[in-house]
């Protein structure tokens, strides 16, 4: 799995009948201290992830091993919303200030 950014949407009037009914969207690859890379997938959305999330995504055969996905022609899945990311140095990335993220919860 890699660590991505939802950056935008892809609508394809026009395609393979089996991606009828999934969403596509455009994942930036992240650093580990999130810092967007120069690399860009279209990927499946299995999580109802949204644009701007953090989110974990599989590529390659892994692609299609979601209920979603299975017996589709998808080369790259967004299969987790990631909710925190902790470091040996500390908390990197807490989808939800609000709510203080601890160690425990990684």
Known sequence: ???GR???T????QKDPKLEGLRLYLVQDLSLSLEGKDAFVVAADAM?????EVVLYASGSS??????TEGRPVDAVIMA???T???PEGLVYNKNPAFPAS???A
């Open 1 to 3: 799995m890699k660590l």
């Open 6 to 8: 939802v950056v935008g």
């Open 10 to 13: 892809l609508v394809a009037t």
């Open 48 to 52: 109802g992830a949204g644009v701007g």
């Open 63 to 68: 692609a299609r091993q979601t209920a979603q």
């Open 81 to 83: 919303i990631v909710d």
């Open 85 to 87: 990311i902790h470091r």
């Open 103 to 105: 160690e425990d919860d």
